[in-house]
């Protein structure tokens, strides 16, 4: 009874310690294709086999009561600390590969997902490129605004030199 107490403990804080939480199916998976998996997403996320009556208790208390549906069945869940979008391509690149592995659903900002919910998250740019991207965004307005603040003094820069031409060769 301690034990399973111990265990719902550490499972209601790793719900409410993580940013986003996916659901999987392992049947047929073998330990070690288990263990490539988690490997692949171990940067982002920790990957626990779990006792769905159990994971049903602590996803209660902490407020992720939205999974119940999904806990049947061989479940492993994807805790994840890092990047949820690294950890949902992760995922869909190890079930391209081993088909076995069916990805339930999820939990993520306070919204379940469904699978195909986690499908478009894994579709989403990683956070860097989106980064990258807002920045070159915003170098280019910047140097649109430096061009049209400098463009009237190179035309006025322009002018005053054809005038002085035009005096020096009427002069």
Same mark, same amino acid.
Do not use: C, W
């Given at each position: 009874?301690?034990?399973?107490? @111990?265990? /719902? ?6 719900? $409410?310690?993580?940013?986003? /939480?996916?659901?999987? #199916?392992?049947?047929?998976?073998? !330990?070690? $294709?288990?263990? #490539? ?6 940067? %982002?996320?920790?990957?626990? *086999? !779990? ?6 208790? @602590?996803? =209660? ?7 119940? %549906? ?7 869940? &994807?805790? *994840?600390?890092?990047?949820?979008? &690294? /950890? @949902?391509?992760?995922?869909? +690149?190890?079930?391209?590969? =081993? ?18 919910? *986690?499908?478009?998250? +894994? #579709?989403?740019?990683?956070?860097? !490129? ?14 649109? +605004? ?10 006025? !820069?322009?002018? *005053? %030199?054809?005038?002085?031409?035009? $005096? #020096?060769? +009427?002069?």
């Amino acid at each position: 009874m301690a034990n399973k107490e @111990a265990a /719902v403990a550490e499972l209601t804080d790793k719900f $409410q310690n993580s940013t986003a /939480v996916l659901l999987t #199916e392992y049947r047929g998976l073998t !330990v070690g $294709q288990l263990k #490539e998996l988690r490997k692949s997403i171990s940067a %982002d996320a920790t990957y626990a *086999v !779990v006792k769905n009556t159990l994971t049903k208790i @602590a996803a =209660n208390k902490a407020d992720m009561s939205s999974l119940n %549906d999904d806990l049947t069945g061989p479940t492993a869940i &994807a805790f *994840v600390h890092g990047d949820p979008v &690294a /950890v @949902a391509k992760g995922l869909r +690149a190890f079930t391209k590969a =081993n088909p076995l592995l069916v990805i339930k659903g999820g939990y993520f900002d306070g919204n379940p997902l469904t699978a195909e919910e *986690v499908g478009k998250l +894994a #579709e989403l740019e990683s956070r860097e !490129v989106l980064l990258a991207k807002l920045a070159g965004t915003f170098k280019a307005s910047l140097f649109g +605004a430096a061009y049209l603040f400098n463009a009237p003094l190179s035309k006025a !820069v322009r002018t *005053v %030199d054809a005038l002085r031409e035009k $005096q #020096e060769s +009427a002069a």
